[in-house]
Nanobody
Framework: QVQLQESEGGSVQSGGSLRLSCAGS????????MAWFRQTPGKEREGVAG???????TYAKSVEGRFTLSQDNARKMLYLQMNDLKPEDTAMYYC???????????????????WGQGIQVTVSS
């Protein structure tokens, strides 16, 4: 059974930093994507950063230069270091994982099979 557990969200003032962690279990894929998405009420879910084990990392333009994705394959961990946070980064953040074609490496442009419960990030101005 695939499980994803997010942790380390929280609240911070504008310009501050937070790190998100996602612990995965119950899967072994030769080729996969693992990513962070975010969503606010009334808006569509947005891809933030994705990792393909080729390896390749993809970022949304809105977070490039501020967020850094890292991954520990052996422990099935995915991390998102978020710096210079802005109020518009406020959202529920979700971790997701899915098996993926080896040659489809933009992990923000595919459908995901498994999702975590989500964790809140709040940035105040």
């Amino acid at each position: 059974q695939v499980q994803l557990q997010e942790s380390e969200g929280g609240s911070v003032q504008s310009g501050g930093s937070l790190r998100l962690s996602c612990a995965g279990s119950g899967y072994t894929y030769r080729s996969y994507c693992m990513a962070w998405f975010r969503q606010t009420p009334g808006k569509e879910r947005e891809g933030v950063a994705g990792f393909h084990n080729a390896p390749k990392i993809t970022y949304a333009k809105s977070v490039e230069g501020r967020f850094t994705l890292s991954q520990d394959n052996a422990r099935k961990m995915l991390y998102l270091q978020m710096n210079d946070l802005k109020p518009e980064d406020t959202a529920m953040y979700y971790c997701a994982v899915t098996p993926s074609d080896w040659f489809r490496r933009n992990c923000l442009q595919i459908e995901y099979k498994f999702w975590g419960q989500g964790i809140q990030v709040t940035v105040s101005s």
